[in-house]
């Protein structure tokens, strides 16, 4: 299922235009990529039933060229882990 095709599907379900739908999943949508990257190391944001963002805070490392086998130093950064939670796995085993 594409974006539209979801943002279509939650317009008919709750009976709205299709346009109003898409402001709202935007809306959404936009405020989880604000609010996603301002989370300090090891808090998270729980989108209760569905997905966890939990941002972790990466230390500098040596890493290893693959290609090469050169070792290269890689600096400081932040990751973002998803994790599906168990109401949604569920769901789609049933």
């Known amino acids: 299922m594409t974006k539209d095709q979801f943002i279509r599907s939650y317009a008919e379900k709750q009976g709205i235009s299709i346009k109003a739908a898409r402001e709202q999943v935007n809306g959404v949508f936009d405020h989880v990529l604000e609010v ?44 973002v882990n998803a994790s599906v939670k168990a109401t949604l796995k569920n769901a789609v085993k049933a």
């Open 36 to 79: 996603v990257p301002t989370l300090q190391d090891g808090e998270k944001l729980d989108i209760t039933g569905i997905v966890s963002f939990k941002v972790k805070d990466v230390s500098a490392r040596t890493v290893r060229n693959p290609k090469t086998g050169e070792e290269v130093q890689k600096g400081k950064t932040r990751k």
